[in-house]
């Protein structure tokens, strides 16, 4: 079947370092690929997305890199801020099909001052 | 532009209650979707619409819930009766329709069922 695996958090860092979250995935035909994020009380929205191989996704100084050979679409920034403090979700839905999402457990990202 | 609008934002009810979560996707969006979200199980589809007719109803969970979309404009989710393992955020999200369109999610609706 399609899934999602992102890594566990809670990620705690200090303001302006690099953050990674990593997202691989299974998928029974060809994906495209989404990081949403979610603000406290807030419901989700879409960051960034990717639908085909070596595609970037980029975004509020997000990154993410569709890689097929190895399945993933890790999430990066280069200097988090106190305002990145979220819920990161990274997503799948297969081209040509249902309109499904299927999301990761997601991350939890806690930046400090 | 309006988001996704859903109402209310917050319920609390006694079990056996009906609830009725209601929803508003964006103007021009052909697809609509609903989302429960848990700390146990995450986000999980409940239900989503295309043109109005249910496309894929398999996430949802028993025959006490039941989604309707009467027109383009919105869309109920109602829970009859309700169980305190309901207590859930609620969202509904829309999109333009198939072809790897962003789905725009609501602010969600908090339901508590004592």
């Known amino acids: 079947g399609n899934s999602v695996t992102q890594m566990e958090g809670p990620v705690t860092l200090s303001e302006e370092a690099f953050l990674t979250i990593n997202c691989t995935y299974t998928?029974?035909?060809?994906?495209?690929l989404f990081w949403y994020v979610q603000y406290p009380g807030e419901g989700l929205q879409l960051l960034l997305k990717?639908?085909?191989?070596?595609d970037k996704g980029s975004n509020k100084g997000f990154e993410a890199t569709y890689r097929k050979e190895t399945t993933s679409f890790h999430l990066e920034k280069g200097s988090v801020q106190v305002s990145d403090s979220a819920v990161y979700f990274c997503?799948?839905?297969?081209?040509?099909?249902?309109?499904?999402?299927?999301f990761g457990k997601g991350t939890k990202l806690t930046v400090n001052p | 532009d309006a988001g996704v609008i859903q109402s209310p934002r917050h319920e609390v009810t006694e079990m056996g209650q009906e609830v009725t979560l209601r929803c508003k996707p964006i103007?021009?969006?052909?697809?609509l979707f609903w989302y429960r979200q848990t700390m146990m199980r995450g986000l999980e589809l409940l239900i989503y619409?295309?043109?109005?007719?249910?496309?894929?109803d398999s996430g949802m969970p028993e025959d006490r819930f039941s989604a309707k979309m009467p027109n383009a404009s919105f869309s109920t989710l109602k829970i009859q009766p309700s169980e305190p393992r309901d207590s859930a955020v609620y969202f509904c999200?829309?999109?333009?329709?198939?072809?790897?369109?962003?789905?725009?999610f609501g602010d969600g609706t908090r339901l508590s069922i004592l």
């Open positions: 998928a029974t035909g060809y994906p495209s």
């Open positions: 997503a799948l839905v297969l081209q040509g099909g249902s309109e499904k999402l299927v």
């Open positions: 103007s021009g969006h052909n697809s």
């Open positions: 999200a829309s999109s333009l329709g198939p072809g790897n369109q962003p789905q725009h």
């Open positions: 990717a639908t085909k191989a070596d």
């Open positions: 619409f295309n043109n109005n007719v249910p496309i894929d």
